[in-house]
Nanobody, 124 residues
């Protein structure tokens, strides 16, 4: 059974940093593109960042560009999201996602495997 498990969320103050982790199991992690999405209270889920299976393609939402960094460690079957200079508007449940098709260019709309999410709360 394929699983994605997020960790690293918490309550921080504006300007602080957090690193989210997403551990994958049940399939060959290194073959799939991965992404992070978030959903704030009362809002729809939105794309945050994505990384291709090779690591050569990386995308960020404009709202996090320059503050967040996505990376992957295939040896550990883990994708990370380093979040710096956090703002109250970054408050959301953050979800890890995986592509359904291996070895293809990064496809944000191709993510169909989801973790349960981890809550990030940024106080002002």
């Amino acid at each position: 059974q394929v699983q994605l498990v997020e960790s690293g969320g918490g309550l921080v103050q504006a300007g602080d940093s957090l690193r989210l982790s997403c551990a994958a199991s049940g399939r060959t992690f290194s073959s799939y593109g991965m992404g992070w999405f978030r959903q704030a209270p009362g809002k729809e889920r939105e794309f945050v960042s994505g990384i291709s299976w090779s690591g050569n393609e990386i995308l960020y939402a404009d709202s996090v560009k320059g503050r967040f960094t996505i990376s992957r460690d295939n040896a550990k079957n883990t994708v990370y999201l380093q979040m710096n200079s956090l703002k109250p508007e970054d408050t959301a449940v953050y979800y890890c996602a995986g592509d359904r098709v291996p070895h293809r260019p990064l496809r944000i709309d191709g993510m169909d495997l989801w973790g349960k999410g981890t809550l990030v709360t940024v106080s002002s």
